[in-house]
Nanobody
């Protein structure tokens, strides 16, 4: 049983939009920081955006102004609205949960322990 399940990936043209969703098991509640990471073939996984337990968000520079994270604790869901997509956004996108993280910035930087990962959803942006 996978505690995080992503959906919403797909293929779009540059300038288009996608909305990713992550459905979390019920035990992954507001005590977890949650976020989105991405990884392409041959590349290291990198943080896109993280939302902490106080709903404070930290975005990677590449995501600022174009991506928006949101969280519905009642539904145990995490979302990523991606607008003005670029070919360089093409990657596998992963949902992540970190138990009682200190801050969203620490999680985004990769310096925090990730408790759970989803299996990913592919985003492909064509020029």
């Amino acid at each position: 049983q996978v505690p995080l399940v992503e959906s919403g990936g797909g293929s779009v043209q540059a300038g288009g939009s996608l909305r990713l969703s992550c459905a979390a098991e019920g035990f992954i509640d507001s005590r977890y920081c949650m976020g989105w990471f991405r990884q392409g073939s041959g590349k290291e996984r990198e943080g896109v955006v993280v939302i902490d337990r106080s709903s404070y968000t930290t975005y990677a520079d590449s995501a600022k102004g174009r991506f928006t994270i949101s969280r519905d604790n009642a539904q145990n869901k995490l979302y990523l609205q991606m607008d003005d997509l670029k070919p360089e956004d093409t990657d596998m996108y992963y949902c992540a949960a970190a138990w009682m993280c200190r801050s969203s910035g620490v999680v985004l930087s990769g310096r925090a322990q990730i408790s759970y990962w989803g299996r990913g959803t592919q985003v492909t942006v064509s020029s």
